[in-house]
């Protein structure tokens, strides 16, 4: 982790985005399809000041199935819109935001315009699929 004093800057314009095939942090049949959707995301902060940080973008009802991680996160709504999973799942548009607690087991669909999401972690991402 890096831990240096002074700001560390993430120009999302400059942050190339991954091959994510060659290093998956999901399953790699969720990394496939969300491949072949156009879903993508960028690594920002990893591990500056004890941040793990990441700029997804989804198409049009892309759904990320239900899963957990196993430490705590922020996701911000940056545009677009995501309608949590389940029967009561609220739809959070740009501006809206999400504190999801270690282990809580989750998963949302894009809106009609797609969304655009920054998540916020304490750890790196490892993503569990619930089955």
Sequence with gaps: MNNTTGPHY????????????RAPTAPPELVERARQSGARRKYLARGEGGFFTQYSEFPPGFTVPVHSHD???VIVCMSGSLT???????TLRAGDSMVLIGGYEYGFAAGPDGMAIVTIRTDKAATRLTT
């Design 84 to 90: 949590m999973l389940g029967a009561d799942g609220p």
């Design 71 to 73: 430490h705590n996160e």
């Design 10 to 21: 993430f120009l999302l314009d400059e942050v190339e985005w991954p091959d994510e095939s």
